[in-house]
């Protein structure tokens, strides 16, 4: 059964700092991986998706990379902003069939 | 890529009742899916709805408690059914976009249940 983690669970950076959050995952037999945005009690917003044959995806600050041989995508904010805060998720598909989310990590951006 | 209207986006109910949930999407899709978030949650999947067919329910969700219909491949409904207080959750519906767009959500419900 896929596992999906992310760390860290929560991070509060101050405004304009560069930052990384971390996706592991158990099983690398995964057709793509998708990272969302959620902010409070609100749906979840795409940010970017990543084929399992690709190695990153781009856009504008936003920078996801994957390494599917050993279960790990990361997601690369540059120059963080208060509007960045919210809680950023993680999700695998395994091709044709629902998404595993990992648990997300709630970001706050000080101003 | 696929644009979802779901309703309502929240609502307040008294336990014992039970809430119908719909879910619009603009374009045809096979697969619908439906999640509920917990508070403080990450999302879990109840269930797989396709067209023309029973939902298929994950471990520890039956149909009885969420009922689910797909009348035709650009809508579907999740129902809540004879609601307690751990039913309070957002609940969303998703769809596969596309391979190259990835997945689609709702703007999700925001049950509380009193």
């Known amino acids: 059964k896929q596992e999906v983690t992310q760390i860290p669970a929560a991070l509060s950076v101050p405004e304009g700092e560069n930052l990384v959050l971390n996706c592991s995952f158990t099983?690398?037999?995964?057709?793509?991986l998708q990272w969302f945005r959620q902010d409070p009690g609100k749906g979840l917003t795409s940010l970017l998706l990543?084929?399992?044959?690709?190695r990153e995806q781009t856009s504008g600050r936003l920078n996801a990379s994957l390494d599917k041989s050993s279960g790990r995508s990361t997601l690369y904010i540059a120059a963080s902003q208060p509007g960045d805060s919210a809680t950023y998720l993680c999700a695998v598909n395994p091709g044709r069939r629902a998404l595993t989310f990992g648990s997300g990590t709630r970001l706050q951006v000080q101003p | 890529s696929a644009v979802i209207s779901q309703k309502p986006s929240r609502d307040i109910c008294q336990r014992g009742t039970s809430l119908t949930i719909q879910c619009q999407v603009d374009s045809q899709v096979t697969m619908m899916f439906w999640y509920r978030q917990q508070p403080g949650q990450s999302l879990t999947l109840i269930a797989t709805?396709?067209?023309?067919?029973?939902?298929?329910?994950e471990s520890g969700f039956v149909i009885d408690k969420f009922p689910i219909s797909r009348p035709n491949l650009t809508f579907s409904t999740l129902t809540v059914s004879n609601m307690s207080p751990e039913d309070s959750s957002i609940y969303l519906c998703s769809v596969e976009d596309s391979p190259n767009y990835g997945y689609t959500f709702g703007s999700g419900t925001r049950l509380t249940v009193v």
């Open positions: 099983d690398s037999a995964i057709y793509n």
């Open positions: 709805a396709n067209q023309g067919s029973e939902a298929t329910y």
């Open positions: 990543i084929q399992s044959s690709q």
